[in-house]
């Protein structure tokens, strides 16, 4: 008798619909800015997608290349003087995306190992708090090249 209940509990969880709501997260046009000799600071630029039905955020930034690497966002007040802010996270919209750009929101990679120049590639990880780790490869572009 039990087993036939436990049959019957098992064959009707089959007929209930499950949905499970997750952020997907997609990184394209992901570059940094080429250094000269002796510069130790450098920024990442990258569009983040998320194609899923629901938020997400970026919550931490790191790269082998760098001792530490910190989300930042530029800003110019009233009287035009730029300041940069280090942000703790970043929020993702379902269905939306966020650009790091110049002259905005960028991932700021300090202490670098060494100088990068144009054509190498820097992987950066990304820690989402849904999505998890994502690494991207990113290409050095140096003054005067352009993001393909």
Not at 5 to 18: H, R
Not at 19 to 37: D, F, K, L, N
Request: charged share 25%.
């Amino acid at each position: 008798m039990m087993i036939k209940i436990l049959a019957a509990i098992v064959l009707s969880l089959g007929f209930i619909n499950f949905s499970y709501a997750q952020a997907q997260i997609e990184i394209t046009e992901g570059w940094v800015r080429g250094t000269p000799p002796g510069t130790t600071i450098t920024a990442m630029y990258m569009n983040v997608e998320n194609t899923g039905d629901q938020d997400d955020t970026l919550k931490s930034v790191s790269s082998d290349i760098s001792k530490s690497a910190e989300i930042h966002q530029t800003s110019v007040d009233d009287k035009g003087v730029a300041k940069m802010e280090m942000l703790e996270s970043v929020l993702v919209p379902a269905e939306g995306s966020v650009n790091f750009k110049p002259g905005g929101m960028h991932i700021m990679l300090i202490d670098l190992e060494e100088s990068l120049k144009s054509g190498d590639k820097v992987e950066i990880k990304l820690v989402f708090e849904k999505a998890g780790q994502v690494k991207v490869q990113a290409e050095v572009l140096g003054v005067g090249d352009k993001p393909e």
